[in-house]
């Protein structure tokens, strides 16, 4: 599997193969191995709610101990880590997606997407997946990414919460 294909897939479904909002963050790690903790829940304990474990490019955000929020985060220009279970046979790929690249993929996998009107201003712009309500976040690219045409907008961030 390739990145775009996983982006479109988490963005119809709401899930990454077995990852999913609510599930224990345990059951998480049974799959993913250990993630790294937010600092801050390493200062104030597992207890804390809000803050990610990060596996790379990958950031489950946990409440009372269960995923509440799947986020792929990505950085135009670079490349992209996600662990094995997500993106199987690769250490890192091209974290570079443009808008109508994933707009063309959604609509090719007849996955419904409307204009996220609360992200949308400026040098962002958002999206709605449905019936997943994945949020896509893009951006025009800042100073220190490395993008073939500075004028377009590149994915920044696909992410679901619940909670």
């Given at each position: 599997?390739?990145?775009?294909?996983?982006?479109?897939?988490?963005?119809?479904?709401?899930?990454?193969?077995?990852?999913?909002?609510?599930?224990?963050?345990?059951?998480?790690?049974?799959?993913?191995?250990?993630?790294?903790?937010?600092?801050?829940?390493?200062?104030?304990?597992?207890?804390?709610?809000?803050?990610?474990?990060?596996?790379?490019?990958?950031?489950?955000?946990?409440?009372?101990?269960?995923?509440?929020?799947?986020?792929?985060?990505?950085?135009?220009?670079?490349?992209?880590?996600?662990?094995?279970?997500?993106?199987?046979?690769?250490?890192?790929?091209?974290?570079?997606?443009?808008?109508?690249?994933?707009?063309?993929?959604?609509?090719?996998?007849g996955c419904r997407h409307e204009?996220?009107?609360?992200?949308?201003?400026?040098?962002?712009?958002?999206?709605?997946?449905?019936?997943?309500?994945?949020?896509?976040?893009?951006?025009?690219?800042?100073?220190?990414?490395?993008?073939?045409?500075?004028?377009?907008?590149?994915?920044?961030?696909?992410?679901?919460?619940?909670?």
């Open positions: 599997m390739t990145l775009l294909p996983l982006l479109v897939d988490f963005a119809a479904t709401g899930r990454i193969g077995p990852l999913h909002c609510g599930m224990p963050l345990t059951e998480a790690e049974e799959l993913l191995g250990p993630g790294r903790p937010h600092p801050v829940i390493r200062m104030k304990g597992p207890d804390t709610d809000g803050y990610p474990y990060i596996w790379g490019g990958l950031e489950l955000v946990v409440t009372r101990r269960c995923v509440s929020g799947i986020w792929i985060r990505l950085q135009p220009g670079s490349t992209v880590r996600l662990p094995p279970l997500v993106l199987p046979d690769s250490e890192s790929y091209g974290a570079t997606v443009l808008r109508e690249d994933l707009l063309a993929a959604l609509d090719s996998a204009v996220n009107s609360v992200l949308t201003f400026d040098e962002q712009s958002s999206l709605w997946t449905r019936p997943a309500d994945v949020c896509a976040v893009f951006a025009l690219p800042s100073r220190d990414e490395h993008v073939p045409d500075r004028d377009r907008f590149y994915l920044d961030v696909l992410h679901k919460h619940t909670l």
